[in-house]
């Protein structure tokens, strides 16, 4: 019985799996619906290089007006007043009101809080680098979250017949709403200050401003886009503005894993859903609904834009290129469309940023859902298991931050087993029953040896098993149950940040392999993980010990399923190899806790007493359940039509 019962259960699990390929795979009518948003991309993006070819034909029209101008004055030997003047006369045909902002130095200010080194640049008036003081980079670098050299925010809108760039432009810094010339500044604990930048115009009370509200403690700052006096300025039908952000993420792990989720996520007002690009391969999106936010993410850190209000549209992409800098990631862009108020003298777009880890508690503290870019499952009941397990771990916490995180694993691999105890053991006395009644199905199968009377000799298995007392999904069933939070597992290690960069036994790093071989890459892989090659071997060990109670002879349909089961601890070795430590870690204390179990099961359950429970059973009337009468009935339709079938 156990070998049909674990034949079931595989059937099950495939089935499963079948059905989960099925339904994710997109209809013709969701194939075609990604197409037409393809073809509109590329239709954008023709548009946009169009005229990113007019801006650049424009400018070298101007540069060389400035050129002229310059060789015109020098031969004419004008005095430096008149060049001034024609030089300002230029820069007013290209910028307009913003002419007197296009041209300066650049220069950084740096704000230091409890968290992060912020530092913003006069250029462009933005963020142009972020660093996380309490993490590393995987080779102990200061963890930068990205590319300083190539980052870009741009604000764009028509004025005055004119593309307007604001990252073209220098920037006045301002603090707490004064003029600001000092140089960097920390946050005092409990602390925070406003720091803003301001883009000038020709007239004092006409400008753009960004506004930055740091906190001491908080990864959050607050991000406020303010247009002052410019009514008159701004094109009168232009109802949203456009922020351009492009990043080049950085590599900060040694290793990636195909769960590591490291493209652009983003959360719909209308449904609020997390949605995300495709993770695998470049890709590019247009979302026409209304947005709440937008995040690049990588593995374990993530850059968010949220709106206080909402954002109209956002096209978004996500793509791989060559670059000179050697740690190199992703390039990730963001072409967000936020609401504009034409009337209003004064526009206020409240925003937020957030640069900080894919912790689930502190992302899950904004409630804004951020913490579901943490790629814990796709299936509800995979989520809300690990849910249920980051409780766990969190009450475990302490104990990894005062001894280790390796004994934090150990302890969840007890409490998971322990709760898991009675479906084993349900499953294991099902073994159990099964050898018991070894001589008795052997007797079956010798009695009913041809094909033809294969329904008498599942009629006459039924049977013996509702006389001992046995449903025939005992054995199947428990397994099943416990696959679900197996697979959850599977998916909150490797998402787990508390485990990064921390080290036990041999492993420095239990976020990644623990690699005590490297060598020539060779069948997808460069190195020997020691905790994946452990938890290979106990699963061994386990196959082994599992084949031994199981009985492959008395049906020989089922002995490649014996070979199969060896071959599965190789095909998770492959897998595992580039995959946490600690996950591996954790299903070598599985199976040990396993083999723990079994010699306890042994103990508990005396197979002389179950034959006898057996033999009374026998000897009672059994009352057929409804589900056992319909499968009977069922079977004896089926032998009428293979006998009609036969006559014919």
Known sequence: MNNKSTLIGFLLIAAILFGWMYFMTPSKEQLAEQQRIQDSIRMARMEEMARDSLLQLEQRQQAAALAQLADSTASAEMDSATIAFQKASVLRDKYGVFAPSAEGEERTITIENQLQRLTFTNKGGFLKQIELKDYKTYDSLPLISFDPETVKFDLSFFAQNRIVNTSQFYFQPYLNGKPYTGGDMTISEGDSIVFSQRLCTDDPGKFIEYVYTIRSDNYMLDFDINTVGLKDVIAN?????????????MKQEKSTDRFAGESVYYRSLNDRDVDHLNEQKDSEQTVTNKLKWISFKQRFFCNVIVAK??????RMSVQTRRSENPRYLKTMTANIEVPYNVNAEINHIPMQLYFGPNHFKTLRSYGLGLQDQINLGNFFLIRWINYGVIKVFNWLQPIGEKWNYGIVILILAILVKTILFPLAFKSYKS????????PEMDAINEKYPKEEDAMKKQQAVMNLQRQAGVSPASGCLPALLQFPILIAIFRFFPASIELRQQPFLWADDL??????ITFPKFLGMDHLSLFTLLMTITTFIYTYVNNKQMDYSSNPQMKPMKWMMYLMPIMFFGIFNNYSAGLSFYYMVVNIITFIQMFIFRRMIDEDKVRATIEENKKKPQKKSNFQKRLEEAQKQQAKMQQQQKKR
């Open 431 to 438: 073994s159990a029953i099964t050898r018991v009644l070894k």
């Open 309 to 314: 209000n909402e954002f109209e549209n956002a």
């Open 511 to 516: 976020s990644t392999y623990d690699a005590i």
């Open 237 to 249: 039908n232009a109802d949203y503005m456009t922020i351009d952000w492009d990043v080049d993420l």
